[in-house]
C-alpha cells in the first residue's frame, strides 16, 4: 500500500513539473524602453554686460549624483529653448562626455560667478571621450547642439536661473 501511495505521488510531482517547465523555446523576450521626457524645474536666462542675449530657457536641474551621472542620456530630442542645468557644491574642473547621449549638445562651463568660463560646442553623441572645462566650474549648462552659436554665446556671458 505504501508502495503504491510513494508511485502516485511520485507521478503527481512528475506531472507537475511538465507543467511548470522551463519553455525552451529560444526567442528572446522584447524588452521596452521608455523616452525620458523632459520636466521643467525652473527658468533660465543668458545676458551680455547689460542686455539679455536669451531669455527664459525651460531647464531640468541636476543637482544630485544620479541626476548628474545621468543627464541627458537617453533622449532622442529636446526643444530648441530646452536644457539641463548641473549644480555642483563647489567649483573644480570638469569633464563631461556623451556616453549614451543620443543628441549633439553644447556644454557650457560655468564659474561660481555664474560666468560662462568655458563651452564645447556640438558635442558628438555617444562618444566617451573627456570634455574638459577650461577653468573651474561650479554648473555647467547643457543645450542642443549649435545653440550657443545660434545665441553668440562667449565667455564671460553671465546665466540667471530660478527652480519653479
Known sequence: MINVLVR????????CLSLVSCNTNSSQKEVKTEEVS???????SISRK????????DIEIADN??????????????????????????????YFYMKNT???LDIIYISNKMKIVSMVKNAHPMNESSLPSNAPAQYVLELNGRMADTWSLKVGDSIHYSEM
Open 50 to 57: 547689460d542686455s539679455i542675449i536669451v531669455s527664459k530657457i
Open 65 to 94: 549624483e544620479y541626476e548628474r551621472q545621468t543627464g541627458l542620456m537617453y533622449r532622442s530630442s529636446m526643444e530648441k529653448k530646452q536644457g539641463m542645468l548641473f549644480i555642483f557644491k563647489d567649483e573644480q574642473p570638469r
Open 8 to 15: 502516485i505521488i511520485l507521478a503527481f510531482v512528475v506531472l
Open 102 to 104: 543620443e543628441i549633439p
Open 38 to 44: 523632459f520636466t521643467k524645474e525652473g527658468e533660465l
